[in-house]
């Protein structure tokens, strides 16, 4: 164990916070995403913002209240709102309204799918429209938790309390279901298809080996899971909910079983917000404090992107070169950066 | 993380059986002129006859946390309710849940001493339970519910007293004393009672745990019933509050207080106090306390549900002011005599 000294100057870190385009969102923000190479800023409540590379904002309505949910291909982003409606955007700021629910209930939960699939969820009843226009229905023991499609093959995973049903939407039969006690909320297939996690209720992950169902529990976070995020290849799960980002290592068939997570980047304060880049072995994580790091998964080499003293860091997404990081804290003080 | 008080949304929890007046208790308030804009967690749609875009539908879902504590329940869907309701933050001063006539309160108030993220945004209230007059006493004996709304209740709202007699009254209130005597008590009919008796109580404020004496003896703030039934037996004062009201003993839920001028040990006390509710926790539904420690120049206040508990210092002894230390206990077949015992037992003699 080496020697603390309070009196020496804690090491300075790399930055680029001076190469931060900053961006005032103007409202408060959740979640980010790139449609082409425009940032757009998903809000609380009623609107998008599009911030074109010239840091021009541009807002778009696209609810009635307040924004609940949102995925994205890529192409476009997928919200549900406490209006009941299902509604995308594209890249050209064009709404579509989707579906609407018939009781007008909250839509909880969104999911795209990469061949023009979506899902949403109200209460107990998922729903997917797949690209001929069909709509199925699926009601599950619970108020669902979380949506995701599998990376192959029209497959559901539908999160709710004591477990997760998968669903083939396309054919007959009896849903798939993996069981484990408590309250399942987020969902995310690995991108090899070969393990399903879900973030509890309780402050823990609970992971399922495709191949035999078998279970992976992954506990130890003072906080609930908020984001997760797959790094390149999937070889690992990057997750918010300590204060460090945790990361699973996926990339033996084995998963994370028997395994220590990587903690990387510590600071005094708990992860929010975690992006890993979408070509590197880097990541993004936002703090409850509002610092942002870029880490390096390989030795935890971090780059100071934003300085601490504001409110949480809400959103953050990278385009899909990877040459551009969107970030926002959770009243829309926001940011662009160009590599 | 900010835990500015203020700040957070104060949540009014409505219980009460079925058909004793929840939902005209919530069309008064929302119909009233207040200028303050509620969003309201309702469980069953369309009985509501404000319009208001707040007006959520909930499925009352209790999830048992998975850390081995059996009668620790959240509601799940509160949570995640909650957590959409924060989106719209600034659109709404207040919410106000309202539970099922069948619901027990008391995983909606755990959820608020469990959930970090409901703790980080909203704030409980208090639990506000409606009565029947009329059937309130046939209901305390033949529904666990409706005992367990009565005895959970920081404010009681008594309604229906148009459709009984004094007498009916005077006997019902007293069966709700014989649960539960320290929750406020109103008089209604058609749930017509003054707004700020029921919204805005802070009674799970720690600050706010000011005393613990039964309601009745504090100032009068309802027209108590004044005919006492005995007047001319001045010499009955057994069983006499004050008030003419009979006093019963309900055989299976009661409170229990507790007191002493003598300071407490706190090394002995907080293990004793951990101790009970994690033996008896399910049968204790609410306690609080003002502790006065050996060697400590502050207050210490705490309170409860079931296994829950939180406390903290509250402010310093004001001069002359008596250094009393006071508990009270509402649960179920509460082991009244070893509680005392154990609590003779942290007093510093």
Same mark, same amino acid.
């Not at chain 2, 009233?32 to 469980?43: D, F, L, S, T």
């Given at each position: 164990m080496?020697?603390f000294?309070?009196?020496?100057?804690?090491?300075?870190?790399?930055?680029?916070?001076d190469r931060?385009?900053?961006?005032?969102?103007?409202?408060?923000?959740?979640?980010?995403?790139?449609?082409?190479?425009?940032a757009?800023?998903?809000?609380?409540e009623?609107?998008?913002?599009f911030?074109?590379p010239?840091?021009?904002?541009?807002?778009?309505?696209?609810?009635?209240?307040?924004?609940?949910?949102?995925?994205?291909d890529?192409?476009?982003?997928?919200?549900?709102?406490?209006?009941?409606?299902?509604?995308?955007?594209?890249?050209k700021?064009?709404?579509?309204?989707?579906?609407?629910?018939?009781?007008?209930?909250?839509?909880d939960?969104?999911a795209?799918?990469?061949?023009?699939?979506?899902?949403?969820?109200a +209460?107990?009843?998922?729903?997917?429209?797949?690209?001929?226009?069909?709509e199925?229905?699926?009601?599950?023991?619970?108020?669902?938790?979380?949506?995701?499609?599998?990376?192959?093959?029209?497959?559901?995973?539908?999160?709710?309390?004591?477990?997760?049903t998968l669903?083939?939407?396309?054919?007959?039969?009896?849903?798939?279901?993996?069981?484990?006690?408590?309250?399942?909320?987020?969902v995310t297939?690995?991108?090899?298809?070969?393990?399903?996690? =879900?973030?509890?209720?309780?402050?823990?992950?609970?992971?399922? *080996?495709?191949?035999?169902n078998?279970?992976?529990?992954m506990?130890g976070?003072?906080g609930r899971?908020?984001?997760?995020?797959?790094s390149v290849?999937?070889?690992?799960?990057?997750?918010?909910?300590a204060?460090?980002?945790?990361?699973?290592?996926f990339?033996?068939?084995?998963?994370?079983? +028997?395994?220590q997570p990587?903690?990387?980047?510590?600071?005094?304060a708990?992860?929010t917000?975690?992006?890993?880049?979408?070509?590197?072995?880097?990541?993004?994580a936002?703090?409850a404090?509002?610092?942002?790091?870029?880490?390096?998964?390989?030795d935890?080499?971090?780059?100071?992107?934003?300085?601490?003293g504001?409110?949480?860091?809400a959103?953050?997404?990278?385009?899909?070169k990877?040459?551009?990081?969107?970030?926002?804290?959770?009243?829309?003080?926001?940011g662009?950066?160009?590599? | 993380?900010?835990e500015?008080?203020?700040?957070?949304?104060p949540?009014?929890?409505?219980?009460g059986?079925?058909g004793?007046g929840?939902?005209?208790?919530?069309? *008064?308030?929302?119909?009233?002129?207040h200028?303050?804009?509620?969003?309201?967690?309702v469980n069953?749609?369309g009985?509501?006859?404000?319009?208001n875009?707040?007006?959520?539908?909930?499925d009352?879902?209790?999830?048992e946390?998975?850390?081995?504590?059996?009668?620790?329940t959240?509601?799940?869907?509160?949570?995640?309710?909650?957590?959409?309701?924060?989106?719209?933050?600034?659109?709404?001063?207040?919410i106000?849940?309202?539970t099922?006539?069948?619901?027990?309160?008391?995983?909606?108030?755990?959820t608020f001493f469990?959930?970090?993220?409901v703790q980080?945004?909203?704030?409980?209230?208090?639990?506000?339970?409606?009565?029947?007059?009329?059937?309130?006493?046939?209901r305390l004996?033949?529904?666990?519910?409706?005992?367990?709304?009565?005895?959970?209740?920081?404010?009681?709202?008594?309604?229906? =007293?148009?459709?009984?007699?004094?007498?009916?009254?005077?006997?019902v209130?007293?069966?709700?004393?014989?649960?539960?005597?320290?929750?406020?008590?109103?008089?209604?009919?058609?749930?017509?009672?003054?707004?700020?008796?029921?919204?805005?109580?802070?009674?799970?404020?720690l600050?706010?745990?000011?005393?613990? $004496?039964?309601?009745?003896?504090?100032?009068?703030d309802?027209?108590?019933?004044?005919d006492?039934?005995?007047?001319g037996?001045?010499?009955?004062?057994d069983h006499?509050h004050?008030?003419?009201?009979?006093?019963y003993?309900?055989?299976?839920m009661q409170?229990?207080?507790?007191?002493?001028?003598?300071p407490l040990?706190?090394?002995?006390?907080?293990?004793?106090?951990?101790?009970?509710?994690?033996?008896?926790?399910?049968k204790?539904?609410?306690?609080?306390?003002?502790?006065?420690f050996?060697?400590?120049e502050?207050?210490?206040?705490?309170?409860?549900v079931h296994m829950m508990l $939180?406390?903290?210092?509250q402010?310093?002894?004001?001069?002359?002011?008596? *250094?009393?230390?006071?508990?009270?206990?509402?649960?179920?077949?509460l082991?009244?005599?070893a509680?005392r015992?154990?609590?003779?037992?942290?007093i510093v003699?």
């Amino acid at each position: 164990m080496t020697d603390f000294d309070p009196t020496a100057t804690s090491p300075t870190i790399a930055s680029v916070t001076d190469r931060v385009r900053p961006v005032n969102i103007g409202m408060a923000v959740t979640a980010a995403h790139f449609l082409s190479d425009r940032a757009v800023f998903v809000g609380s409540e009623e609107n998008v913002a599009f911030v074109d590379p010239q840091g021009e904002i541009t807002k778009v309505a696209v609810h009635d209240g307040g924004i609940l949910c949102a995925a994205s291909d890529g192409e476009r982003i997928v919200m549900g709102g406490d209006d009941g409606k299902v509604v995308a955007i594209n890249g050209k700021g064009e709404v579509t309204l989707l579906a609407t629910d018939a009781k007008r209930r909250w839509i909880d939960s969104v999911a795209v799918h990469p061949d023009g699939a979506f899902a949403w969820s109200a +209460g107990k009843a998922a729903f997917v429209k797949s690209g001929k226009g069909e709509e199925k229905s699926l009601e599950v023991p619970s108020t669902v938790g979380g949506l995701a499609f599998a990376p192959k093959g029209l497959r559901l995973a539908v999160s709710h309390y004591n477990g997760v049903t998968l669903w083939f939407p396309n054919m007959a039969g009896t849903p798939e279901f993996l069981a484990w006690a408590g309250s399942h909320l987020a969902v995310t297939f690995s991108p090899d298809n070969k393990f399903l996690v =879900t973030a509890m209720h309780e402050a823990a992950l609970h992971g399922w *080996r495709l191949a035999d169902n078998r279970h992976m529990r992954m506990t130890g976070y003072p906080g609930r899971v908020k984001s997760m995020s797959w790094s390149v290849g999937g070889k690992a799960l990057a997750t918010s909910g300590a204060d460090t980002v945790i990361l699973w290592p996926f990339a033996t068939k084995d998963g994370p079983m +028997g395994k220590q997570p990587a903690m990387l980047a510590p600071l005094q304060a708990r992860v929010t917000t975690v992006a890993c880049h979408p070509k590197n072995d880097i990541l993004a994580a936002g703090y409850a404090d509002g610092t942002i790091l870029m880490v390096r998964m390989e030795d935890g080499a971090e780059i100071l992107v934003r300085r601490n003293g504001t409110p949480p860091v809400a959103a953050l997404a990278w385009n899909a070169k990877g040459t551009l990081l969107a970030f926002a804290d959770e009243e829309g003080d926001g940011g662009v950066l160009e590599f | 993380m900010a835990e500015v008080t203020s700040e957070k949304i104060p949540v009014t929890v409505l219980t009460g059986y079925l058909g004793a007046g929840k939902t005209t208790l919530l069309n *008064r308030i929302l119909s009233e002129n207040h200028g303050k804009k509620y969003a309201v967690i309702v469980n069953e749609f369309g009985e509501i006859g404000i319009d208001n875009d707040l007006v959520i539908g909930a499925d009352e879902e209790v999830f048992e946390m998975n850390n081995g504590c059996i009668c620790c329940t959240v509601r799940g869907d509160l949570v995640r309710i909650l957590g959409g309701l924060m989106k719209r933050k600034g659109k709404f001063d207040a919410i106000i849940v309202e539970t099922t006539g069948l619901a027990d309160p008391a995983p909606v108030a755990q959820t608020f001493f469990v959930d970090e993220d409901v703790q980080t945004h909203a704030r409980l209230d208090a639990v506000v339970t409606v009565a029947d007059a009329k059937w309130l006493a046939d209901r305390l004996k033949d529904a666990p519910e409706a005992k367990n709304q009565i005895a959970f209740a920081d404010v009681i709202v008594l309604n229906k =007293t148009d459709l009984v007699s004094k007498a009916e009254l005077a006997e019902v209130e007293a069966r709700i004393r014989g649960i539960n005597p320290y929750a406020k008590l109103h008089r209604t009919e058609r749930c017509q009672v003054a707004l700020a008796d029921v919204l805005e109580r802070g009674a799970f404020d720690l600050d706010r745990i000011l005393d613990l $004496e039964p309601d009745f003896l504090e100032a009068d703030d309802h027209d108590h019933d004044h005919d006492h039934h005995h007047h001319g037996h001045g010499h009955d004062h057994d069983h006499d509050h004050g008030h003419g009201l009979k006093h019963y003993h309900d055989e299976e839920m009661q409170s229990l207080a507790l007191q002493t001028d003598k300071p407490l040990d706190p090394t002995r006390f907080m293990p004793w106090l951990q101790n009970l509710v994690a033996t008896e926790g399910q049968k204790i539904l609410r306690s609080k306390g003002i502790l006065a420690f050996h060697g400590d120049e502050d207050r210490y206040v705490f309170q409860g549900v079931h296994m829950m508990l $939180e406390g903290d210092h509250q402010r310093k002894w004001k001069e002359g002011e008596p *250094r009393e230390s006071r508990l009270i206990f509402i649960g179920r077949e509460l082991p009244e005599v070893a509680i005392r015992e154990g609590f003779e037992r942290c007093i510093v003699s």
